[in-house]
């Protein structure tokens, strides 16, 4: 139990192009999605939180026009990379989770996004 | 805010031995969870084991085994009888509406 799916897992965009990123959880609801962005050789860093049917919540200098969030369902938040430029290339992950800070996040297998 | 330190960047053992990775984390908060995930080379993050910090019981998960020291703000986690399969970077986190993640240790088994 507990799967959390991500598609695409890779993505070769051009610059200027917009991109989506699906993040579903398989076998249960989720009431909380995050979406989290990972440099080589780094560790997670939060983007945003979001609540299914509520606007996300942004971290700390993360652009949310750029970075635009949806979670329209409670098994799906999709993550949009508007005008893309090479420095959004990255790795990017969601997780899920049920509800309740105390309940473990699960983690999506990753989209690798390389912007020429 | 809280932060979460883990100060071994890499760490290497040999198969079947002991490893111990260590974690410690800075709070105001009395409630909340800590969690220790690996990331093998596939980069999908697994759950490793997971501790309360209102219990004082140590988690433990097969060969995984935490030692929670709350009064300390540690959170080690002892690995036995290692496995190849455990090469990976492990990451150390901390819950409290949302997760916060040290910086990672690479762990590698030699076989």
């Known amino acids: 139990g507990a799967v959390v799916s991500q598609h695409p897992s890779r993505v070769i965009c051009k610059s200027g192009t917009s991109v989506k990123i699906e993040c579903r959880s398989l076998?249960?609801?989720?009431?909380?999605m995050f979406w989290y962005r990972q440099f080589p050789k780094q560790s997670l860093m939060l983007m945003a939180t979001?609540?299914?049917?509520?606007?996300?919540?942004?971290e700390q200098g993360v652009e949310k026009d750029k970075f635009l969030i949806n979670h329209a369902s409670l098994t799906l938040s999709t993550l949009t990379v508007t005008s893309a430029h090479p420095e959004d290339s990255s790795f990017y992950i969601c997780?899920?989770?049920?509800?309740?800070?105390?309940?473990?996040?699960?983690f999506g297998p990753g989209t690798r996004l390389t912007v020429l | 805010a809280q932060t979460v330190t883990q100060s071994q960047p890499e760490m290497s053992v040999q198969e079947a031995e002991t490893v111990t990775l260590s974690c410690t984390y800075d709070?105001?908060?009395?409630?909340?969870?800590l969690f220790w995930y690996k990331q093998p080379p596939s980069r999908q993050m697994i759950l490793v084991i997971r501790?309360?910090?209102?219990?004082?019981q140590n988690a433990t998960e097969n060969r995984f085994s935490v030692n929670f020291q709350k009064a300390a703000k540690s959170f080690s986690l002892k690995i036995s009888d290692s496995q190849l399969g455990d090469t990976a970077m492990y990451f150390c986190?901390?819950?409290?509406?949302?997760?916060?993640f040290g910086t990672g240790t690479r762990l590698t088994i030699i076989p």
């Open positions: 709070t105001s908060e009395s409630n909340y969870y």
């Open positions: 997780s899920a989770r049920t509800s309740g800070y105390t309940d473990t996040q699960y």
């Open positions: 979001s609540n299914e049917g509520s606007k996300a919540t942004y």
């Open positions: 076998d249960f609801q989720a009431t909380t």
């Open positions: 501790q309360e910090a209102y219990k004082q």
């Open positions: 986190a901390f819950a409290y509406e949302k997760l916060t």
